[in-house]
Structures are given as C-alpha cells and as structure tokens.
C-alpha cells in the first residue's frame, strides 16, 4: 500500500513557568492507505498531543518547533494553522474522534446541525442535501429512526450514542485519515467493543486509514496492524503487532506486557510492575527516558544521549543501548 | 479469634436497595430505581470476591450497602454473623472499625488541606485505637512503611505525592483499624497502566501478609479482577447473573452476558485474539427504572427464547460453587 502520511522528527513543546516541556520530541512515523495503526502510551507520553500537532490543534504556550508532516505531498506544517489550507484538511481530509463524547459535542445544538455543518462547510452542500446526508451518515453508524433522533440535542444520546454521533461526523467529509484519540475509554465494556467493531468496518468500507491512540494494549493487539509504544515524549519501539506482542525488544514495552493482568493468566501469575514514575517532562535531561526505570541498563545508558531507533528485524525498531534478547 | 477461622466474613442475603424517584412540590414518590435486586453472596475469610460489571449494575451500591452507608431496602448483611441492616447508627460505628473502603479517585478521596500523616492517622484517633501520642506516630509511621511510603513523608500534603502513591496513602488508611474486610471500590481505574500493578501488588502482598483479610473487589475491568480474586461474580442490571471460581470464569463462562463481556475485552496478544470468539451485544443496557421483564438481558441476549421474559431465573448451583442465572444453560 501506498504511504498516505509521514512524520518525520516532529517536535512540539511548551513553554512553562517552571521550564520546557517537550511534550512531543522528535517522533517520526508513517501511515500507510487503509491501515490501521495504534499509538501507544501512559498519560503524558506525547501521544495525544503528536496527533493535535499534526492538525495545528496546539495553542500558546505550546508550539510546534519543527519536523514535517508530508500529507499528499504537501507539508502540513508549512500551512497557517488558520489558513484556507489547513481548514480544508482539518476535519475533512484528517478527521477526528476525541475521547470524550460528553464534552467533544456542542450541548445546546442539535445532532443535526452538528453534522450538517460539516458537510456544508466542506463539501458546500445545501441545507436539504447536507440534512439527507446526514440521516444516512447515522443510520450507517447505527444509530436507529435516525429521521426522529437528528433534532435530538446530545443529551438525549447516551454516551455510546454519542460516540457514534462522533463517528459519523468523522466519516461525514469522507476522510483520508481518521484519528482516533482514545475513543472508547470512558465508555462501558461491552459499548466499547461495539464502537471499535464499527470503526473497523467504516475503515474498510469507507477505505480510510486510521490512528488509533489509546493506552490499552489489548485495543490495538485486536485491531492495529502495526504499533508505536511512545515513552516520555519519543518513539522507543515500533514494529507490527506481531514482532512487538511476539518479540518485544525495549525494557519499557517488555515491562508494560508484564504489568498488566491478562483475562488468560494462568492461576497465581504474578504482575511484574515497572517500578518508580514516569518521568516528569520539565527540562528532561538528554539521556533516555526510561533509564531510572529500567532493568537492562548499561554504564554506556548514562553517558550517552537518548539512542536512535534503530531495527532489530526488518520493520521492527527500538530505542534501546541494551541486548534485551536474552531475558 | 481462631474458631471463627473458617466461617464466612460477609453474607448477603437478597439484598434490594431501591432509590425512589420523587416528582413535584410533595416530592410524591413515582418509582423506584432498583439499584440493586435480590443479590446473594458470601466472602469468606482471606477470600477475595471480584464483583464487576458495567456502570450502572449496581454493584457501588452493594459495596456502600455493605459499608452501612446506605439501609437497604430489603435483605439481610450479616457481617461476622450479625445483621448489620438493623444496627442503629452508634453500633454501626463500631463494627466500621473493622471494615474499611478503598476509593477509585485518589485524587478526590484525599482532603487537599490536611497532611498525609493526619490522613492516614484519622480512623485511629476517631475509633480510639491509639491511647497516646507517641503510639499515634509509631502507628502511622508503620503504616506508611507497609504501603511502601517513606514514613518521613508524613508531614506532606497530597498534591506532593503522585498518584500511585496518594493511592497508597488511601491504602494505609483503609488498613488503619486494622480490618477484616476492605471494600475496594475501583481502586485503579484511575492510575497508569504502569503504576496499576504496583497498587494490585500491594493490595496482595497485604492479603497475604495479614490474617483474616478478606477483599470485596468491585471493579468493571474484568482482567484485573479475575487477576485479584478467588471469586468472581457477574453483575447486571442490580444482580448477580454469574458467580464462579476466578478460574473457571475465563474457561467456561456460562452466562451469556458474561460470555459477552469476556470477548469485549481483548487480550493483549495478536496470536491468541486471532482466534477469539467475539460477540458484541446488540444495544445497551436498559435503565434500572424501567427493567425489562423476566431475565433483564433478554432483550440483548443472543440465547434469548420467549420464556426468557417470563420470569427472573434464579441463580442456580451447577456445581462446585458455580452459580448461574439462566434458563438456558
């Protein structure tokens, strides 16, 4: 398949009172057409705030301070965050789904004007043929009579109905690219499943591509093709579901699969977990991140900066001095 | 203490707590919300029972019933033997010496303006465990080395601590009085993944370390809670649909919601979810104030047959301590 988007050492920081925070520090990764990738991390990882970049979704005091972002040939980041440009690919082309459905919809509109708003903005459709299309995009994400429920305000909708309400609007200007921010997490079990059903079908029949970004591993080993595991801001190790589920090779992604119980554990399988805290980001020193956590650490760790991704197996990359095989 | 050794901690016999719903200037009540509907269980000493289900099951509501911190409606909670549902207020202060509740938020659960030290120290001073100052301090200085806190750290306020270790501090309190029995209530849904196996560690580690601690471990993440407890019951729409040794949960479900539940949650590993069986439930669940008929997961239940309707199926003995509610297996 085709590469439908590159990052290439994107870089965005805040500045704080107390210091720089480089939220996002060099990552780079593709995407390739109709595929399903998963970006991985604990809360303050950069995995979030990586995908706001790539939509110029950051604002003051937070900047994007470099890197590309090749969509179609062009670099994204070259565009005004406001202009003309950027609005066409925002929402459009790139869509998103945000994980809150409670506060990601406007309270006092209807569902209808929500969705129809998109479609006359970017696909300069008449009130009728937007309404229309509307309807259809609801009945496509399963939500039923959707002919009586697109006047319904989004607290008439449950939080999985909303969710879905998010699905369509994303699939509304048939994207190139959906990105999902964490889009089941505050939702039940079995409402989760059902949503993540659904956006693995709309990504088929709508051959989109899509960025999940979540912290739950079980998610993207169902769904993603391939992962990214994020740690402190970068990239520590990449590859397919396979080699990183099969063969983990970085000390944080080996500990992360150890320090969460599985539904399969035999009886009396003790968690493994990663001792001390994720590390604060404010004025980070050069070393890797994970060193004052880390098991398989080396003298050569401390001395030299943050180490490169480099693969160990064809498209299997890790950020890491250390001969983890072994263990 | 030793003859009790193998008695049950807790029983709860068909417990229903309803809130009624009240409407107008006379507060007239309209209905009830049958939080929680005829539950029956019991824990047994150093035993852990898992209640999970999704939002909305009622099984908070249990666990504060449990507390005493709501009367039930109808039921019986006998707790050491004794029905805790008819104690009057000042006797159920006593017997919440011996109980204690973990809470899911430990950023909320904490009072901001008093230090971790007088956190931790407060169920003592309020069930008189301690006589002197100097016991208070040794007290509250061992229990901050048990939860694997630094007992200088004392004097700190919470926002000081992160939030694997304020949930830390919560554990410490919970085991002031030195308890029987701990409700936690989703005391990890809100750390990171990484520091969620630290608090699950911990929580065994002192089950092991302590005798007679029993766990009432309520939670939605099925993993985690088949991880902790010896048993597990499965809870929909206020009641108990499956109960089952941790064990035999994941290898032979029996209930079809909790078949359902199970394959909604994926297995970190491409190579097993390769071959899982999936159901995903048409829906969502129905309000507590209006159930359905008979079984309340019939309208969602890929089993589901007319008579499903009729009747609410009792939970049945299938053997070896494995309970179900359904008529059709």
Known sequence: ?327 | MNQKRDDDILDIQDLKMYFPVTRGLLRRKVADVKAVDGVNFKLKRDETLGLVGESGCGKTTVGRCVLGLYRPTEGKILFEGEDITTFPEKKLREVRSNMALIFQDPYSSLDPRQSAGSIVGEPLKIHQMVLTKGEYRDRVEQLFHVVGLDPSMTDRFPHEFSGGQRQRIGVARALACDPDLIVCDEPISALDVSIQAQIINLLEELQDRTQGLSYLFIAHDLSVVRHISDRVAVMYLGRIVEICKSRVLYENPLHPYTRALLSAIPIPDPFVEETRERIILKGEVPSPLNPPPGCSFHPRCFMAIPECSQAVPPLRDIGDGHEVACIRV
Not at chain 1, 54 to 69: D, F, H, N, Y
Request: charged fraction near 20%.
């Open chain 1, 1 to 327: 398949m085709a590469e439908l988007l590159k990052v290439d050492n994107l870089v965005t920081q805040f500045k704080t009172e107390s210091g720089l925070v480089k939220a996002v520090d060099g990552i780079s990764y593709y995407l390739d057409e109709q595929e399903i990738i998963g970006l991985v991390g604990e809360s303050g990882c950069g995995k979030s705030v990586s995908q706001l970049s790539i939509m110029q979704l950051i604002s003051a005091p937070g900047e994007i301070a470099g890197g590309e972002v090749t969509f179609e040939g062009q670099d994204l980041l070259n565009f005004r965050a406001n202009g003309p440009e950027m609005r066409s690919v925002r929402g459009a082309k790139i869509a998103m789904i945000f994980q809150e459905p409670m506060t990601s919809l406007n309270p006092v509109l209807t569902i209808g004007q929500q969705l129809t708003e998109m479609l006359q903005l970017h696909m300069k459709m008449n009130d009728d043929a937007a309404r229309k299309r509307a309807i259809e995009l609801m009945n496509i994400v399963g939500i039923s009579s959707a002919e009586n429920r697109i006047d319904d305000y989004p607290h008439h909708f449950s939080g999985g109905m909303r969710q879905r309400v998010m699905i369509a609007m994303a699939l509304s200007c048939n994207p190139r690219i959906i990105i999902a921010d964490e889009p089941t997490t505050s939702l039940d079990v079995t409402t989760q499943a059902q949503l993540l059903e659904l956006m693995k079908d709309m990504v088929q029949r709508f051959r989109t591509s899509l960025v999940i970004v979540t912290h739950n591993l079980g998610v993207v080993a169902r769904y993603a093709q391939r992962i990214y595991i994020m740690y402190a801001g970068r990239i520590v190790e990449s590859g397919t579901i396979k080699d990183i589920f099969g063969k983990p090779r970085h000390p944080y992604t080996i500990g992360l699969l150890k320090c969460i119980p599985r539904l399969d554990e035999e009886e009396g399988t003790k968690l493994v977990p990663i001792e001390g805290l994720p590390p604060n980001l404010i004025n980070m020193p050069p070393t890797c991140a994970f060193l004052p956590r880390c098991s398989y650490r080396l003298d050569k760790c401390a001395r030299e900066p943050w180490p490169p991704l480099t693969p160990v197996n064809g498209n299997h990359f890790i950020s890491c001095y250390a001969d983890t095989k072994e263990k």
